[in-house]
């Protein structure tokens, strides 16, 4: 059965090539055909490998071939199943596929479906090649692949000069975290003389003790690269204006994958972390402090699909959180969990979207929950999900799981932390649900609004709804043997734990419901003038780190090769390249082709010569 396992990513790949190659062809239709069935044969081959790894729970490596061999370094393609990429495996390409499928409907009638679900594969399949590579060189060259296919369907709308802008952004953002994760192989290289993911984490406590400055660098470079793709502060900039890309694109790239490859790689490498608890301590507080900071600017945000971006740096916010106390198995199965409710409400936000006639502003919205039922319902599932409600969702359990780890682990200003972060998400989805679905329509889009049709429109919603419940919970991420066992807190009080995670959840949900439905007008003047005012602005604009960067980064580079344009040495070094420009031309100049200028010239040179050696002599 482990022969299956290269399907994951070839099948994905083929459909990319196919589509390059023969989507003019093709046509839309077809395009969106192989597309959907290239991603659903791989979610095939990775059940046939679930069914076999879970009847049999042992890890596996496939060598396909030597990649390199100069002394030492000898890296291979290989693949290596375990329950950590198993879990990872069955996210991307299950909800990958409804994802596609859904993008099947929502890109109907738009240009570029062919070069859309091209880079949609190419993604796919690079992100299976992350996850599956057995050596950090492999999963390095599926780090750089998911990068490079998030800029091009960032920009997938390119004519707008906004949406290349936005695309640009995320992949400069995003590489300053890949140098640093590049730097930290390089330094795990030459400290442990291998990029073997087993044989490193073998290595490492063999090599370092437990603080040693080595492991505390290659720790501290390996989180850089974590933050850049999970887009945590500081390097979080990018995602919100990421949202320029097709809505599936979002909830694909940007929710359910590509920014959880951070945490995958924290979570793969957890045994350098374990040694760098100054490091690991690091990870939690940054988690902690991305979930608040998230959490407070998505309250002030007008776009649907913004919301829903800072809501991912939140979450992801909670996973790092996991990750800083070691609870590595609550982050991961949060991780999977948040995949389902967050392309669930990414998915609904595109169906209200193309249902108002792309109207995205929640201030233009409202009045849709009658004429979109189906959408609402994702919503209101969606959102249970993300607020944590209590028992009956899925988000509920996982988040728990890290609320009990940072408590068992003794951190309890980490612990307050996802508590505050519980009612600020709490209130941020009530203020969404309640912009989009209730109150008066804002707008002629929202007022002929059409609810969507069709099996791709409605199929994968259910699937992603049931998926967000308590059921969802139910699937138990097989890691025991991966990562390091969770830690066990107090006897007795994991039950009060969750009675007051349930309660903060609730009292959210309700302080929400009265501030956005009976203290609206009350609760716009308080934001319209005054301290609140420019509170919110500070929210709205993310609390003013693209202005930060701006002043302290950009501005001063833009100036610096300004000044460079006139620069003394420069400018040394030209003249000889225009010396020789200008007698190039003279000489070009000579050859007009006139026999007459020829042979006058021959003469005069061969008087001049005879002139010479007379003189001479």
């Known amino acids: ?52 790894y879970l009847a049999a729970p042992e890890a596996q490596t ?24 198993l879990t990872l495996l069955g996210v991307i390409t299950g909800v990958g596929l409804l994802i596609h499928w859904f993008a099947a409907w929502y890109m109907h009638g738009e240009e570029g479906v062919t070069r859309f679900y091209a880079y949609m594969n190419l993604f796919v399949a690079s992100m299976v090649l992350l996850v599956l590579g057995d050596n950090l060189l492999l999963l390095f060259l599926g780090w750089e692949g ?38 930290g192989l390089f330094l795990l290289f030459r400290e442990l003389g291998t990029l073997d993911i087993a044989e490193l984490l073998r290595r ?38 990421a949202m320029a890309g097709p809505t599936p694109v979002s909830a694909l790239i940007h929710a359910a994958t590509m920014v959880t490859a951070g945490v995958y790689l924290v979570a793969r490498l957890h045994g350098v972390f374990l040694l760098a608890p100054g490091v690991l301590w690091l990870t939690g507080a940054i988690g902690a402090l991305t979930l608040l900071a998230a959490g407070c600017a998505a309250l002030a945000q007008t776009d649907i699909k913004r ?21 590595f198995e609550a982050a991961i199965f949060h991780l999977m969990t948040h995949a389902f409710f967050k392309a669930l409400l990414f998915l609904a936000a595109g169906s209200v979207i193309v249902s108002c006639h792309h109207e995205q502003d929640l201030r233009r919205l409202g009045g849709l929950w009658r004429r979109l039922p189906l ?16 028992l009956v969702t899925a988000g509920f359990y996982s988040k728990d799981a890290i609320l009990w780890q940072a408590f068992a682990a003794g951190h309890g200003e980490l612990l307050l932390a996802g508590l505050l972060g519980s009612l600020l998400t709490a209130l941020y989805t009530l203020r969404l649900i309640v912009g989009i679905f209730h109150g008066a329509a804002g707008s002629d889009g929202a007022r002929r609004a059409e609810s969507g049709k069709g099996l791709a429109h409605g199929l994968p919603l259910v699937s992603l709804m049931l998926l967000s419940t ?65 509170l919110w602005r500070l929210w709205h604009h993310g609390w003013g780190f693209d202005a930060a960067y701006e002043g302290l980064l950009v501005r001063p580079y833009r100036g610096l090769v300004s000044g460079l344009r006139g620069d003394a040495i420069d ?38 010569i005879l002139l010479v050696m007379v003189a001479a002599a």
């Open 1 to 52: 059965m482990i022969a299956t396992l290269p399907l994951t990513f070839l099948l994905p790949l083929a459909g990319t090539l196919i589509l390059a190659f023969f989507g003019a062809r093709l046509g839309a239709r077809g395009s969106a055909g192989v597309g959907v069935s290239s991603v659903a044969l791989a979610a095939l081959a990775t059940a046939l490998l679930a069914h076999a």
């Open 62 to 85: 496939l060598t396909l071939w030597r990649w390199i061999a100069v002394g030492d370094f000898q890296p291979t393609i290989g693949l290596r199943l375990d329950g950590l990429s």
């Open 146 to 183: 998911v990068g490079l296919c998030s800029y091009l369907l960032i920009g997938h709308y390119y004519r707008t000069a906004a949406n290349v802008r936005a695309a640009f952004k995320a992949f400069l953002v995003t590489r300053i975290g890949d140098a640093f994760l590049a730097i």
């Open 204 to 241: 490492a406590p063999e090599r370092w003790a437990a603080g040693d400055p080595g492991v505390e660098l290659a720790a501290l470079l390996l989180l850089g690269g974590a933050l850049g793709k999970s887009a945590q502060l500081p390097l979080h900039t990018w995602l919100a204006d």
């Open 307 to 327: 919301v829903l971006a800072y809501s991912t740096m939140s979450q992801i916010g909670y996973m790092f959180l996991a990750l800083g106390v070691a609870g």
């Open 375 to 390: 959408a609402y319902a994702g919503f209101l599932v969606g959102g249970a999900a993300l607020a944590a409600l209590p």
């Open 470 to 534: 308590v059921l969802g919970a139910w699937i138990e991420p097989p890691l025991a043997g991966v990562l390091p066992a969770p830690q066990h807190g107090p006897a007795g009080w994991h039950l009060a734990l969750e009675v007051l995670a349930g309660s903060v959840a609730l009292l959210g949900i309700a302080l929400g419901a009265w501030l956005f439905l009976y203290r609206r007008a009350w609760l716009a003047e308080r934001v319209a003038q005054g301290r609140g005012a420019r």
């Open 571 to 608: 400018a040394l070094g030209q003249r000889p390249a225009r010396l020789a420009g200008w007698l190039h031309g003279a000489l070009s100049r000579t050859q007009g082709g006139k026999l007459r200028f020829y042979a006058v010239s021959m003469v005069i040179g061969a008087t001049l």
